[in-house]
T-cell receptor, first 111, second 114 residues
Framework: KNEVEQSPQNLTAQEGEFITINCSYSVGISALHWLQQHPGGGIVSLFMLSSGKKKHGRLIATINIQEKHSSLHITASHPRDSAVYICAVPNYGGSQGNLIFGKGTKLSVKP | GAGVSQSPSNKVTEKGKDVELRCDPISGHTALYWYRQSLGQGLEFLIYFQGNSAPDKSGLPSDRFSAERTGGSVSTLTIQRTQQEDSAVYLC????????????FGPGTRLTVT
C-alpha cells in the first residue's frame, strides 16, 4: 500500500513569489496526480504525470520516478492561486486507479 | 461537454435515517470512484467501479455503506442508519477506464448528520 507525504502543510507567500510544494511516495507508480481544491471545495485536476516535467501556464510539475518524488511549482504567484494543493498516487502502485491522497498543502498568497 | 455531476449538493439528515447520494459520470467514462473528505481531513477512497462491477470496496468504512452502478453510468452511494461521523463531503470522480488516467471530479455532496 502506498504512502504519500506532502510538504509543507501550510505555506504563506507574497504575490509574485516562486512557490514549491513537495510530494514523496513509497511504492513505485506509473503516474502521479496533482489536484487543486478551491476554498469552496471543488477539486480540479492540474496534472497527471509519469515522467519528466509538465507545464501549464504558471504551473510546473516535475517527477523523479527513481527517487519517488514530485514537485509542484508556481511561478509569479497570485492571490487567486490560494487553494489547497493535493498530491495523489495509485494506492497499490502500478496503474491501479484507486488513488491515495496526501494531506494537502494549504497555500495562501497575500497581495 | 458536461462534467461529472452529483446530487444533491447538500443534504442534512437526522441520525438514523438512510441517505442516497448520486453521481453521474462523464459520458463514456467506464471507471467511477467514490471518495470522502471529512472536516479538516484529507481525501479517502471508498469504492470504485469498472463498468458495473466494484473490484475494490476496501474503503467502505462499515456495512452501513453500499454502492451500486447500473448501465455502466450513474452510481448511487447509500448510507444506512446515518451517524454523525458520516458527516463529510462525498466526492465522485470518473475516468476513461481504471488505471493511470486523469480523474475528473464532481462538485461533491456535503452531508450533514444532525
Amino acid at each position: 500500500k502506498n504512502e504519500v507525504e506532502q510538504s509543507p502543510q501550510n505555506l504563506t507567500a507574497q504575490e509574485g513569489e516562486f512557490i514549491t510544494i513537495n510530494c514523496s511516495y513509497s511504492v513505485g507508480i506509473s503516474a502521479l496526480h496533482w489536484l487543486q481544491q478551491h476554498p469552496g471545495g471543488g477539486i480540479v485536476s492540474l496534472f497527471m504525470l509519469s515522467s519528466g516535467k509538465k507545464k501549464h501556464g504558471r504551473l510546473i510539475a516535475t517527477i523523479n520516478i527513481q527517487e519517488k518524488h514530485s514537485s509542484l511549482h508556481i511561478t509569479a504567484s497570485h492571490p487567486r492561486d490560494s487553494a489547497v494543493y493535493i498530491c495523489a498516487v495509485p494506492n497499490y502502485g502500478g496503474s491501479q486507479g484507486n488513488l491515495i491522497f496526501g494531506k494537502g498543502t494549504k497555500l495562501s498568497v497575500k497581495p | 461537454g458536461a462534467g461529472v455531476s452529483q446530487s444533491p449538493s447538500n443534504k442534512v439528515t437526522e441520525k438514523g435515517k438512510d441517505v442516497e447520494l448520486r453521481c453521474d459520470p462523464i459520458s463514456g467514462h467506464t471507471a467511477l470512484y467514490w471518495y470522502r473528505q471529512s472536516l479538516g481531513q484529507g481525501l479517502e477512497f471508498l469504492i470504485y467501479f469498472q463498468g458495473n462491477s466494484a473490484p475494490d470496496k476496501s474503503g467502505l468504512p462499515s456495512d452501513r455503506f453500499s454502492a451500486e452502478r447500473t448501465g455502466g453510468s450513474v452510481s448511487t452511494l447509500t448510507i444506512q442508519r446515518t451517524q454523525q461521523e458520516d458527516s463529510a463531503v462525498y466526492l465522485c470522480a470518473s475516468t476513461w477506464t481504471s488505471g493511470s488516467y486523469e480523474q475528473y471530479f464532481g462538485p461533491g455532496t456535503r452531508l450533514t448528520v444532525t
